[in-house]
């Protein structure tokens, strides 16, 4: 990857912050199939999470290709229900994943490399700790019970949301059996135990109270660039 522009990007959008302009701008890039989803929400929260995350991923997909406007984009599910690029652009590929929870949103694009994004509040991670023991392999298990009780809900939530991006740039979603794969962590990283594929893994707190990681397939020591809001409109 000899250009900038090629680099993998990760944007992170905190929806509380989106302008009215923001929103009118999400609602007209995203495909009537999406605003169809976004009304099935019930409640007001998961439908601007939903509508945020959509249209980011739709600018930043345009900012890797302007020539390609980005209520143009279509999209196919794998058999495991993740969204790819359809085939046919005529373009080198491209590869992006999606995460979106109640108030921040993320995504991911890389020049055909295996790609995963997570994001998640902390306090929802709170309330799945009872998951622990179906989630956190043996040795991540052990780092959770030696952890103060105050900083557990934090551990849990990074551990998660690693499986969680690392499952999703495998392509195989909530299939993965989690507690199978460990994470040792690192300060705004982590490794991946007993693997021998090498993977390059990230995780910063965008905001307080959230988490996020991002895994990629480090085949040729990547960069990665973090992008906060939502791109400027392409222009071919």
Not at 11 to 24: G, H, I, M, P, Y
Not at 48 to 69: G, I, K, N, Q, W
Not at 122 to 131: A, K, M, P, V
Not at 150 to 163: G, I, P, V
Request: proline letters at 6%; charged letters at 25%; glycine letters at 4%.
């Amino acid at each position: 990857m000899d250009s900038l522009a090629e680099l993998p990007k990760v944007w992170v959008v905190d929806v509380s912050a989106l302008s009215e302009a923001d929103v009118r701008r999400c609602e007209a890039v995203i495909a009537p199939a999406e605003s169809e989803q976004m009304r099935r929400f019930w409640f007001d929260l998961d439908r601007d999470a939903y509508r945020a995350a959509h249209a980011l991923a739709r600018l930043a997909l345009s900012s890797f290709e302007p020539t390609v406007p980005p209520p143009k984009w279509v999209f196919e599910l794998t058999s495991y229900g993740r969204p790819e690029i359809a085939t046919g652009y005529g373009f080198p590929p491209l590869r992006f994943n999606i995460s979106h929870t109640r108030g921040m949103v993320a995504v991911i694009v890389t020049r055909d490399l295996d790609c995963g994004v997570d994001v998640e509040s902390i306090e929802r991670c709170r309330n799945l700790n009872h998951l622990a023991h179906t989630i956190l392999a043996p040795t991540e298990l052990a780092t959770l019970s030696a952890t103060p009780d105050f900083e557990r809900t934090l551990l849990f939530s990074r551990y998660w949301t690693l499986k969680e991006a690392y499952s999703k740039a495998l392509g195989l979603g909530m299939s993965m059996s989690f507690e199978r794969i460990a994470f040792e962590l690192q300060e705004g990283s982590a490794r991946l135990l007993d693997h021998t594929d090498n993977w390059l893994f990230e995780q910063w707190s965008p905001a307080p109270n959230y988490v996020v990681a991002t895994a990629l397939r480090d085949s040729e020591s990547v960069q990665l660039i973090r992008h906060w809001g939502i791109p400027d409109e392409p222009h071919s």
